[in-house]
């Protein structure tokens, strides 16, 4: 099929260049719709559906729902709200995709076949028939020293953007857990922290633009209209793209050595120094065979030792402190054998001879920390298979969550790995519905904590 995409493209091009006689433009558009529709019944309509209704066969396993392209209303454009987006708009979405749901990006598909893609989307929707509106056109962004920090985050109280998104703009604000988007679904507010989730770009350009126009089909209006000063959507950009935490991936847990008393408290000042590994979270899980999308989606790790004992602080974001009726939740699986070269995440859990893991479970529900030592890991998640309980200090404040738990170091030649598991108990995430780590391998940064 992409040999047969290609030679129309070339051949059109060629007629284009000779300036050939008798090609029409209105020709042309139908050959680029035609050339679309077979990219589209090949890449799109399993989850957006044959007609564009939203409606394929994987619609249902996927959070946010695919968009209804008949409907006319997106997400993420540069024009004013109501009014559908231009060709570069649609261009962009599908070149680069939008982090953290089902859109992937097709960057890898040649620039007059993604072309060609928007073409035919516009051609299912009534909504392009209208004449076409410019771009929101935004004031010249000011010079760095002349933003104005302080009132953007005026503004930002002002605009009632906490109601949403928090006061420290994790999405935890009051209205985070009953928000629903133009299908009747469950929007999950965006974490202003994590800039590299930011679905219509992190840049302040970006973020201001998105400001001025709004998200159609979900709650998050536009502020064109609401703020006095067209300066007022850089301060504002500038004070949300304050609040994004640059993350310090990591495939390895790296671990500080100290001598003496290891902390326990989630906010000792020992944490400030230790190093810090970020990991991603893989969100698809699988519940009663449909793949759904797990809401934790990275946990920051940090681990201070001496020759006996090692100490682990987690921290993650989580948007609702859930304990009923059914509690948030985080496992910790430790494994001292190699299996980093075997298991490549939780997802694809060991059977038959499996080495024996040791898991720790800590739930919401009771703060307790329990331990247990398994071969699979659905049990435990359920909190049934633990046999002891360990020590946990554990916090939330303003959608973060921050546990401290210790636990004893195998001998110095014994390697240690862990994983992490992630439930939110306000998506009723339980079992197997989960986020889920990578394994980590320890590595630590000075010999004298395993003397």
Known sequence: MRADITSVTVALTTLL??????????????????MGRSLYEQHCARCHGLTGQGD?????????RP?????????????????????????????????????????????????????????????????PVAPLELSPEPARHALDLAKGQQLYKDLGCAQCHGTAGRGDGPSAATLLDDMEQPIRVANLTQGWSYRGGSERGAIALRVMTGIDGTPMPAYADALTSPQDAWHLAAYLQSLQEKPR????????SNEGELPRAVDDPRWVAAPRSDVRLH?????????????????????????????LRLTW???????????????????????????????????????????????????????????????????????????????????????????????????????VAAWEGGHVEQGRRRSTSPWLPLVFTSTEARR
């Open 17 to 34: 260049s000779l300036g050939a006689v008798g090609v029409s433009a209105a020709a042309l558009a139908d050959d680029d719709r035609a």
């Open 67 to 131: 968009r209804d392209f008949t409907a006319g209303s997106y997400k993420f454009r540069s024009t004013p709200s109501g009014v559908p987006p231009t060709d570069d708009d649609l261009f962009r979405t599908i070149t680069t995709g939008l982090p953290g749901t089902g859109m992937l990006g097709w960057s890898e598909l040649q620039p007059e076949e993604r072309q060609a893609l928007v073409s035919y989307l516009k051609s299912l929707s009534t909504a392009f028939a209208q004449t």
């Open 317 to 419: 974001d989580d948007p609702v402190d859930n304990r009923e009726p059914t509690s948030d939740a985080l496992a910790i699986v430790f494994a001292s054998t190699d299996v980093t070269r075997t298991i490549g995440s939780l997802h694809v859990w060991p059977a038959g001879d499996a080495p024996s893991l040791e898991a720790w479970y800590w739930s919401a529900a009771d703060g307790r920390m329990r331990v247990a030592t398994v071969k699979g890991f659905a049990p435990l998640a359920m909190g049934s298979a633990a046999t002891e309980a360990a020590e946990v200090e554990a916090a939330y404040h303003e959608g973060r969550r921050t546990l401290v738990v210790r636990r004893s170091l195998p001998s110095k030649d014994e390697p240690l790995s862990l994983a």
């Open 56 to 64: 394929g066969p994987d619609a249902k396993r996927l959070i946010p």
């Open 249 to 256: 991936w990591s495939d390895r847990m790296l671990v500080a």
């Open 283 to 311: 969100q698809l899980a699988y519940d009663d065979s449909a793949v759904v999308l797990a809401t934790i989606n990275a946990v920051s790790l940090q681990a201070i030792a001496n020759e006996k004992t090692i100490a």
